[in-house]
């Protein structure tokens, strides 16, 4: 008699990286993520900017007609283009009148949605947070990232070091949304540029410090 199958572990780009950097990693939830790093001397305790992998979040893409429906049946309101909000557990973020991306998990309901289908392996995320974050992805974008150009809650959509990313800012820390084959290339050159900076690479655990993991707070600002 066979013994039933684990169903298959899903790894997300960035951990082969992760490994190679000393990070430790473990299975979560049916992901491989890196939940840790080795804290080096001279990081500060808090207060200070961190890059940290969220590639192990699922994502589903809305579309069609009835995006409008959904997205305000997700946060109560609909949400303008080039906007987003936080429904219960995760963003969505408004790209065009007939698309929307949530990042995080939409619920049953949702995902039953015939104008809904899973993306998770065709995204990746990236934080970047700390107080010299914009100053960091000022070096790698032709952009305007300044707050009266891209406040608090804007999406953009365009190249970061040369890579078609998705640019969310909220208050306090930036999410990058880009394509997985793209992610370690996009990852090392924040990494680089952020080294005059001091930043610092984190493992998951430490995501609740910088973001409210399931939303809410000022990230459902529209």
Not at 43 to 50: E, I, K, M, V, Y
Not at 105 to 120: F, I, N, R
Not at 152 to 168: D, E, K, Y
Request: net charge negative.
């Amino acid at each position: 008699m066979t013994s039933p199958k684990s169903p298959p572990t899903a790894r997300g780009p960035l951990v082969a990286w992760h490994r190679r950097a000393g990070g430790r990693i473990e299975t979560v939830e049916g992901w491989e993520i890196c939940v840790s790093h080795p804290v080096q001397p001279d990081a500060p305790r808090s207060g200070g900017n961190l890059l940290l992998d969220w590639s192990h979040r699922s994502v589903t893409e809305l579309g069609g007609p009835r995006v409008s429906e959904l997205v305000s049946g997700l946060v109560g309101a609909d949400v303008a283009v080039r906007r987003m909000a936080a429904a219960r557990s995760g963003i969505v973020c408004r790209l065009t009148p007939a698309r929307a991306i949530v990042f995080g998990d939409p619920g049953s309901g949702v995902l039953g949605d015939p104008a809904a289908v899973d993306v998770t392996g065709g995204w990746s995320t990236i934080v970047l947070a700390g107080p010299d974050a914009i100053n960091v992805l000022s070096l790698l974008s032709s952009a305007d990232l300044r707050t009266r150009a891209m406040p608090v809650a804007a999406v953009r959509q365009g190249p970061v070091a040369g890579i078609n990313t998705l640019l969310c800012h909220f208050a306090g820390h930036w999410e990058l949304h880009a394509c997985p084959d793209s992610i370690v290339s996009l990852w090392e050159a924040v990494l680089d540029e952020g080294q005059a900076y001091g930043l610092q690479v984190a493992g998951a655990e430490r995501l609740g410090e910088v973001v409210t993991v399931g939303g809410g707070g000022e990230e459902g600002t529209t």
